[in-house]
């Protein structure tokens, strides 16, 4: 980034900004640290903390010179990069500029007394505890979409979406997802008749230690830097903190190591993803990840195009045997790592039911959203529709019904639709990548994973925001977002 | 804490200086976690970002507004803890306000970077990598220290010595190390005479593992309350965080369990002051430690008054057998404890010695402050020093010389006098709290460890900074300091 003097409008925006990216550098060590180390002494003073710094970040972010000098710095000679710079500091000025500080503040704080109570709320499956602070909570995140919606003029449940994935719709969503629920069911349906016939494979115990061992070698095969960044364990994986020095965690099960290493396969993809931001832009918004759906694909490219594949287990298996001690086959960790099986648990589901936990909450969301649905009433929609989508029984389980995230009880809605549109761009960047590459499976059996990580850098880490999401995804594959790759690889590799 | 609405201005300056304590939270966690958590790659943005941090809390304790209102608030009805807090308010906004931003944000920014390459430079032994940050960081402490001795009419080293001990002078301390130099020379002498004859003991090597396991069971016994604060490893140990949430650092010595032991139990004694500060005047300058001397009063009541002597030792041995089967009796903990010998590290050194490391450091920084000592002339007057108080060859070993404290390397001068005041204070607070009580030993042997803290709770943590140290000391000893009571503590443990 070179500044001109005759850029000074452009230059004083970039200097404030790179201000925000250090407070928000303490924002992200606020949250991994509140997930990962905090006692819960700690719990009150930090939420307040953590709200007076949402405050100022916000008072920062909507600062009163920000708007002329955006129009200022328009007039000014930029080059394209600079010009995608400011569009995202324009982008993030609106986002920020249409909602009030008291607001900001007093959801920033209600969310961290919330998820603190849930935490243990959820361990005793006590709804009638959670129930009135998700309500609480509910009556801020309606204040902040009807603020938002007016100020943006879009629907209230659209102006959530736009938090995490810019230019996103609703009517967009309906239509990927009305497709998705027309061959989703069936396609479920087949692939455990063909499955049905696979006897379940039964795991040893392994010693969290023993696992973190094995998680710390696979996220060194798939290039994760350890000077630039943890692995810890916190109770919900996440992968925070910043670009050289990311935290990513994970939780470990004795009974069952295979949900920990997959979630640490999924974290080491949004780490790369952070890790391979351009350095030159760090601190800038046209520096950071383009969108959620965009970070997810990273993370699902990693967990189920690369994961789940047999040319990833096949490499990952001798890893298993030296930690472990493991005697599992490539068969079957094909096996465990391809079964189909409806679940509670979004988090622990296979790839093709995944969807499913998706569409639910897309469509409870969006009746919290706009009032057709009452808090009260969730554990009911849930288990309806649970029952419909994936044939299972939820009633009185809340923990593993509507507690089992810790989206609501932050008060982050308009997320979750991120998931499978990321898990949709993440086929469409393989398919784009083997055009040009050959099979994924072949590069790692010759040793060459690296090609698929530069791949990666090339056309969609190193870009940043630089490129709108659009043009991102189709200068990578030609095209925008095309659903029918999704498709495609669920039935390339489930129906063969 | 009620405010009456006839008190608008206090009011105000009280909601001001909360906010600044949210921010002050987020530096004591971006301090824990440089110094225990973060990967290399975070140096550089985890620099930035406290710098910046550090001129946002500087701003906020200089808003103009502060000065006005604190004249104002002097015409309003306070009671005595609320007039109390405006004193410490006026002390914390002058502090403030007679550094500029920008050499706030400066030395800042430096120190972390100076600390992160000390870190390295000190394992290499890399005086000649070290002593150019350090010069460079000694421009800005130089230039600190001028501004503050210009504004409150002190000498430079004594404006330093402000910023950890309000009120204390290089007089006062000259004249109080001056009687320390005449006897303690002698007292070490006679001392290593009478342990002439003791055989060294030797120890066997303990896993860190189960020296962390001994640990913590010790701070159990010391009352730490592990809901309110964590215990982990750095390379040089701290008791940091915040009141609800205190972090505490050892480092384990495999070869040597009994340093870090005794490193638990000195920086349970600052958690404990910490943690038992005035709940109700949280995030006030009231609230807060009363001064560093103070704070390592309490550090070394628990790791020297305590920790050190019989009673103690009978109470840990125990635990010693469970977690470590050690076969250590009594009389050779005790043996290990009281030993008397001259060594190289500060940190290390038995309580009848250390006081030699800090006259040697007090005469280090009048020069390096005053300009008759250089940094590079350093390592030669260290081990003339080292020579003369110590009777210890130190040339080119700097990484256990000059280089071996934090403090400097961070840009910290003006501490260390605080060491020894504090040993100082622990010994009256002893002495007077035998007054009342009876032999502390006797208590600890009738399992009444309790009743120590209780009189610590009652006379030094409960009070917060709501006195001054002298009145302070005065109310909980009938005296101000006194160094009478360090003499004779250490003769009567040392000489019979
Ligand atoms: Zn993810
Ligand atoms: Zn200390």
């Known amino acids: 980034m070179t500044h001109s003097p005759s850029t000074p409008h452009y230059l004083h925006l970039t200097e404030h900004f790179q201000k925000i990216a250090h407070f928000e550098h303490l924002s992200?060590?606020?949250?991994w640290d509140q997930a990962?180390?905090?006692?819960i002494g700690g719990s009150e003073s930090r939420g307040a903390a953590m709200a007076e710094l949402a405050r100022h970040i916000h008072e920062l972010k909507t600062d009163c010179f920000i708007e002329t000098s955006i129009e200022q710095a328009e007039e000014e000679l930029l080059d394209s990069h600079q010009m995608s710079n400011l569009r995202e500091i324009r982008y993030q000025f609106m986002q920020a500029?249409?909602?009030?500080?008291?607001?900001?503040?007093?959801?920033?704080?209600?969310?961290?007394?919330?998820?603190?109570?849930?935490?243990?709320q959820r361990a005793n499956n006590d709804w009638q505890g959670f129930k009135p602070n998700l309500e609480a909570l509910m009556k801020l995140v309606k204040e902040e979409a009807s603020i938002r919606a007016q100020a943006q003029e879009l629907t209230p449940y659209d102006a959530l979406l736009n938090k995490f994935e810019p230019g996103m719709t609703t009517k967009r969503l309906e239509h990927i997802f009305g497709d998705l629920k027309s061959w989703l069911p069936g396609l479920i349906e087949t692939v455990q008749g063909l499955q049905a016939g696979d006897s379940k494979i039964s795991?040893?115990?392994?010693?969290?230690?023993?696992?973190?061992?094995l998680g710390r070698d696979v996220m060194a095969y798939l290039g994760f830097d350890f000077t630039q960044g943890r692995l810890d364990v916190s109770s919900h994986p996440f992968c925070g903190g910043v670009p050289g020095d990311i935290r990513l965690t994970t939780r470990y099960d004795e009974a069952d190591f295979t949900s920990?290493?997959?979630g640490i396969v999924h974290e080491t993809g949004h780490a790369r993803y952070e890790q391979g931001l351009p350095k030159e832009w760090r601190g800038q918004p046209a520096g950071g990840h383009r969108s959620m759906a965009i970070h997810e694909s990273q993370s699902l490219f990693c967990e189920m195009q690369l994961g789940r594949g047999e040319g990833f287990l096949t490499q990952i298996q001798p890893k298993l045997r030296k930690h472990l001690n493991s005697q599992l086959t490539i068969g079957e960790l094909n096996h465990i790592y391809t079964r189909v099986k409806p679940g509670l648990i979004r988090v622990d589901a296979d790839e093709v039911t995944y969807p499913c936990h998706i569409l639910l909450?897309?469509?409870?969301?969006?009746?919290?959203?706009?009032?057709?649905?009452?808090?009260?009433?969730?554990?009911?929609?849930?288990?309806?529709?649970?029952?419909s989508l994936l044939g299972i029984d939820t009633r009185d389980d809340y923990r593993n019904g509507c507690m089992q995230d810790i989206h609501w009880a932050v008060g982050e809605l308009g997320y979750f639709p991120s998931y499978t549109l990321g898990a949709m761009y993440a086929a469409q960047f393989r398919f784009a990548m083997e055009a040009s590459l050959g099979p994924v499976d072949e590069l790692l059996a010759q040793g060459n994973i690296a090609q698929v990580f530069d791949w990666l850098d090339k056309n969609i880490w190193s870009q940043g925001s630089l490129l709108t999401t659009e043009e991102l995804v189709k200068r990578a594959t030609g095209e925008t977002l095309n659903p029918k790759f999704f498709r495609r690889h669920l039935e390339q590799r489930y129906l063969k």
């Open 28 to 31: 992200a060590l606020g949250d």
């Open 36 to 39: 990962t180390m905090m006692p």
């Open 97 to 120: 500029n249409v909602v009030p500080a008291d607001l900001v503040q007093a959801k920033t704080q209600l969310a961290y007394r919330c998820e603190h109570a849930w935490r243990e």
């Open 203 to 213: 795991l040893a115990k392994y010693s969290a230690r023993s696992q973190e061992a």
């Open 260 to 262: 920990g290493l997959m």
């Open 361 to 387: 909450r897309f469509e409870a969301e969006k009746g919290l959203v706009d009032g057709s649905l009452d808090v009260a009433d969730l554990p009911e929609f849930w288990a309806e529709h649970m029952k």
